[in-house]
T-cell receptor, first 115, second 109 residues
Framework: ETGVTQTPRHLVMGMTNKKSLKCEQHLGHNAMYWYKQSAKKPLELMFVYSLEERVENNSVPSRFSPECPNSSHLFLHLHTLQPEDSALYLC??????????????FGPGTRLLVL | EDQVTQSPEALRLQEGESSSLNCSYTVSGLRGLFWYRQDPGKGPEFLFTLYSAGEEKEKERLKATLTKKESFLHITAPKPEDSATYLCAVQTTGNQFYFGTGTSLTVIP
Protein backbone atom coordinates (compact mmCIF):
# COMPACT_ATOMS: atom_id res chain seq x y z
CA GLU A 1 0.00 0.00 0.00
CA THR A 2 1.18 3.51 -0.73
CA GLY A 3 0.02 6.97 0.23
CA VAL A 4 -3.03 7.35 2.45
CA THR A 5 -5.66 4.63 2.63
CA GLN A 6 -9.13 4.76 4.14
CA THR A 7 -11.64 2.06 5.01
CA PRO A 8 -14.42 1.52 4.45
CA ARG A 9 -14.93 3.43 1.20
CA HIS A 10 -18.70 3.49 1.64
CA LEU A 11 -20.79 3.25 4.80
CA VAL A 12 -24.52 3.33 5.42
CA MET A 13 -25.62 3.53 9.03
CA GLY A 14 -28.69 4.20 11.08
CA MET A 15 -28.83 6.98 13.62
CA THR A 16 -28.45 4.55 16.52
CA ASN A 17 -25.47 2.64 15.13
CA LYS A 18 -21.85 2.84 16.19
CA LYS A 19 -19.20 2.58 13.50
CA SER A 20 -15.58 3.55 12.98
CA LEU A 21 -13.64 4.96 10.05
CA LYS A 22 -10.02 3.96 9.65
CA CYS A 23 -7.14 5.82 8.04
CA GLU A 24 -3.58 4.65 7.50
CA GLN A 25 -0.70 6.63 6.04
CA HIS A 26 2.40 5.05 4.51
CA LEU A 27 4.33 8.30 3.96
CA GLY A 28 6.24 8.53 7.22
CA HIS A 29 4.39 11.70 8.20
CA ASN A 30 3.86 12.89 11.76
CA ALA A 31 0.56 14.78 11.44
CA MET A 32 -2.90 13.48 10.49
CA TYR A 33 -6.22 15.18 9.85
CA TRP A 34 -9.92 14.45 9.52
CA TYR A 35 -11.99 16.60 7.16
CA LYS A 36 -15.68 16.63 6.28
CA GLN A 37 -16.65 17.46 2.70
CA SER A 38 -20.24 18.36 1.89
CA ALA A 39 -21.60 19.44 -1.47
CA LYS A 40 -20.96 23.08 -2.39
CA LYS A 41 -19.09 23.75 0.86
CA PRO A 42 -15.37 24.09 1.58
CA LEU A 43 -13.61 21.24 3.28
CA GLU A 44 -14.23 21.47 7.01
CA LEU A 45 -11.30 20.60 9.25
CA MET A 46 -12.53 18.43 12.12
CA PHE A 47 -9.48 17.17 13.97
CA VAL A 48 -5.71 17.50 13.79
CA TYR A 49 -3.15 15.22 15.40
CA SER A 50 0.52 16.08 15.49
CA LEU A 51 2.97 13.59 16.95
CA GLU A 52 -0.06 11.58 18.09
CA GLU A 53 -1.44 14.42 20.19
CA ARG A 54 -4.66 16.20 19.32
CA VAL A 55 -3.84 19.82 18.56
CA GLU A 56 -7.12 21.03 17.15
CA ASN A 57 -10.81 20.25 17.52
CA ASN A 58 -12.92 22.68 15.55
CA SER A 59 -16.08 22.58 17.65
CA VAL A 60 -17.02 19.16 16.35
CA PRO A 61 -20.05 17.50 18.01
CA SER A 62 -19.20 14.83 20.57
CA ARG A 63 -20.87 12.16 18.40
CA PHE A 64 -17.57 12.22 16.48
CA SER A 65 -14.65 10.86 18.49
CA PRO A 66 -11.13 10.63 17.04
CA GLU A 67 -8.36 8.28 18.07
CA CYS A 68 -4.72 8.29 17.01
CA PRO A 69 -2.89 5.27 18.46
CA ASN A 70 0.33 5.98 16.53
CA SER A 71 1.62 8.29 13.81
CA SER A 72 0.46 5.97 11.01
CA HIS A 73 -3.12 5.30 12.07
CA LEU A 74 -6.14 7.49 12.68
CA PHE A 75 -9.69 6.51 13.54
CA LEU A 76 -12.97 8.39 13.64
CA HIS A 77 -15.53 6.75 15.90
CA LEU A 78 -19.14 7.55 15.03
CA HIS A 79 -22.09 7.31 17.41
CA THR A 80 -25.69 8.47 17.23
CA LEU A 81 -25.20 10.42 14.02
CA GLN A 82 -27.75 12.67 12.32
CA PRO A 83 -28.78 12.65 8.64
CA GLU A 84 -26.95 15.98 8.17
CA ASP A 85 -23.71 14.16 9.00
CA SER A 86 -23.92 12.39 5.63
CA ALA A 87 -20.85 13.50 3.68
CA LEU A 88 -17.46 12.45 2.35
CA TYR A 89 -14.99 12.07 5.21
CA LEU A 90 -11.42 12.62 4.20
CA CYS A 91 -8.23 11.75 6.01
CA UNK A 92 -4.98 13.53 5.25
CA UNK A 93 -1.41 13.43 6.49
CA UNK A 94 1.55 15.81 6.36
CA UNK A 95 5.04 16.27 7.70
CA UNK A 96 4.81 18.84 10.48
CA UNK A 97 7.90 21.02 10.10
CA UNK A 98 7.71 24.05 12.33
CA UNK A 99 7.68 27.26 10.32
CA UNK A 100 7.22 25.64 6.90
CA UNK A 101 4.14 25.04 4.78
CA UNK A 102 2.82 21.53 5.23
CA UNK A 103 1.53 19.88 2.10
CA UNK A 104 -1.33 17.56 3.01
CA UNK A 105 -1.84 14.29 1.17
CA PHE A 106 -5.37 12.95 1.14
CA GLY A 107 -6.89 9.51 1.18
CA PRO A 108 -9.76 8.49 -1.12
CA GLY A 109 -12.40 9.23 1.51
CA THR A 110 -15.29 7.38 3.10
CA ARG A 111 -18.72 8.20 1.68
CA LEU A 112 -21.07 8.13 4.69
CA LEU A 113 -24.84 8.00 4.48
CA VAL A 114 -26.85 8.31 7.69
CA LEU A 115 -30.44 7.12 7.45
CA GLU B 1 -11.44 37.31 8.72
CA ASP B 2 -9.32 34.73 6.95
CA GLN B 3 -10.97 33.34 3.84
CA VAL B 4 -10.36 31.76 0.45
CA THR B 5 -12.57 32.43 -2.58
CA GLN B 6 -12.37 30.57 -5.87
CA SER B 7 -13.79 31.64 -9.21
CA PRO B 8 -15.47 30.78 -11.39
CA GLU B 9 -17.58 28.15 -9.67
CA ALA B 10 -17.81 26.18 -12.91
CA LEU B 11 -15.99 26.42 -16.23
CA ARG B 12 -16.63 24.67 -19.53
CA LEU B 13 -13.87 24.69 -22.13
CA GLN B 14 -13.45 23.24 -25.57
CA GLU B 15 -10.49 20.91 -25.88
CA GLY B 16 -7.44 23.06 -26.59
CA GLU B 17 -9.04 26.27 -25.24
CA SER B 18 -6.67 27.68 -22.61
CA SER B 19 -7.99 29.47 -19.52
CA SER B 20 -7.25 30.35 -15.89
CA LEU B 21 -8.81 29.58 -12.54
CA ASN B 22 -8.61 32.13 -9.75
CA CYS B 23 -8.05 31.75 -6.01
CA SER B 24 -8.27 34.94 -3.94
CA TYR B 25 -7.24 34.84 -0.33
CA THR B 26 -7.38 37.10 2.69
CA VAL B 27 -5.26 35.86 5.56
CA SER B 28 -3.31 37.46 8.35
CA GLY B 29 -0.11 35.74 7.26
CA LEU B 30 0.53 33.19 4.50
CA ARG B 31 2.70 30.16 5.07
CA GLY B 32 1.75 28.39 1.86
CA LEU B 33 -0.89 28.06 -0.85
CA PHE B 34 -1.88 24.68 -2.25
CA TRP B 35 -3.66 23.51 -5.39
CA TYR B 36 -5.41 20.16 -5.56
CA ARG B 37 -7.35 18.27 -8.20
CA GLN B 38 -10.37 16.24 -7.11
CA ASP B 39 -12.19 13.71 -9.27
CA PRO B 40 -15.78 12.72 -8.37
CA GLY B 41 -15.94 10.36 -5.40
CA LYS B 42 -12.21 10.59 -4.72
CA GLY B 43 -9.92 12.47 -2.38
CA PRO B 44 -8.04 15.59 -3.45
CA GLU B 45 -4.82 14.92 -5.35
CA PHE B 46 -1.93 17.27 -4.62
CA LEU B 47 -0.73 19.44 -7.50
CA PHE B 48 1.36 22.38 -6.24
CA THR B 49 2.59 24.24 -3.17
CA LEU B 50 3.49 27.93 -3.54
CA TYR B 51 5.30 29.74 -0.75
CA SER B 52 5.78 33.38 -1.71
CA ALA B 53 4.58 36.05 -4.13
CA GLY B 54 6.15 35.77 -7.55
CA GLU B 55 6.61 32.03 -7.37
CA GLU B 56 5.50 29.86 -10.30
CA LYS B 57 5.29 26.10 -10.71
CA GLU B 58 4.43 23.94 -13.72
CA LYS B 59 3.29 20.40 -14.31
CA GLU B 60 2.33 19.25 -17.79
CA ARG B 61 -0.50 21.56 -18.97
CA LEU B 62 -0.86 23.28 -15.59
CA LYS B 63 0.95 26.33 -14.29
CA ALA B 64 0.32 27.91 -10.89
CA THR B 65 1.28 31.47 -9.99
CA LEU B 66 1.07 33.44 -6.75
CA THR B 67 0.72 37.13 -5.87
CA LYS B 68 0.14 38.74 -2.47
CA LYS B 69 -3.63 38.52 -2.91
CA GLU B 70 -4.38 35.68 -5.30
CA SER B 71 -3.21 32.64 -7.17
CA PHE B 72 -3.98 31.53 -10.69
CA LEU B 73 -4.03 28.04 -12.12
CA HIS B 74 -3.43 28.34 -15.85
CA ILE B 75 -4.50 25.45 -18.03
CA THR B 76 -2.90 25.38 -21.46
CA ALA B 77 -4.56 23.42 -24.28
CA PRO B 78 -6.69 21.33 -21.91
CA LYS B 79 -7.77 17.79 -22.69
CA PRO B 80 -10.95 15.99 -21.55
CA GLU B 81 -8.95 14.14 -18.91
CA ASP B 82 -8.27 17.49 -17.21
CA SER B 83 -11.95 17.63 -16.25
CA ALA B 84 -12.16 17.70 -12.45
CA THR B 85 -12.75 20.04 -9.54
CA TYR B 86 -9.72 22.15 -8.68
CA LEU B 87 -9.34 23.16 -5.04
CA CYS B 88 -7.24 25.91 -3.56
CA ALA B 89 -6.16 25.98 0.09
CA VAL B 90 -3.99 28.20 2.27
CA GLN B 91 -2.04 27.59 5.43
CA THR B 92 -1.65 30.63 7.64
CA THR B 93 1.30 31.51 9.82
CA GLY B 94 -1.00 30.57 12.71
CA ASN B 95 -1.17 27.03 11.27
CA GLN B 96 -4.80 27.29 10.22
CA PHE B 97 -5.91 25.68 6.95
CA TYR B 98 -8.64 27.22 4.77
CA PHE B 99 -10.06 25.68 1.60
CA GLY B 100 -12.04 27.27 -1.21
CA THR B 101 -15.20 25.69 -2.60
CA GLY B 102 -13.46 24.74 -5.83
CA THR B 103 -13.84 25.28 -9.56
CA SER B 104 -15.53 22.49 -11.50
CA LEU B 105 -13.80 22.24 -14.87
CA THR B 106 -15.34 20.42 -17.82
CA VAL B 107 -13.31 20.03 -21.01
CA ILE B 108 -15.42 19.13 -24.02
CA PRO B 109 -13.84 17.04 -26.82
Amino acid sequence: ETGVTQTPRHLVMGMTNKKSLKCEQHLGHNAMYWYKQSAKKPLELMFVYSLEERVENNSVPSRFSPECPNSSHLFLHLHTLQPEDSALYLCASSQDRSGFAETQYFGPGTRLLVL
Amino acid sequence: EDQVTQSPEALRLQEGESSSLNCSYTVSGLRGLFWYRQDPGKGPEFLFTLYSAGEEKEKERLKATLTKKESFLHITAPKPEDSATYLCAVQTTGNQFYFGTGTSLTVIP
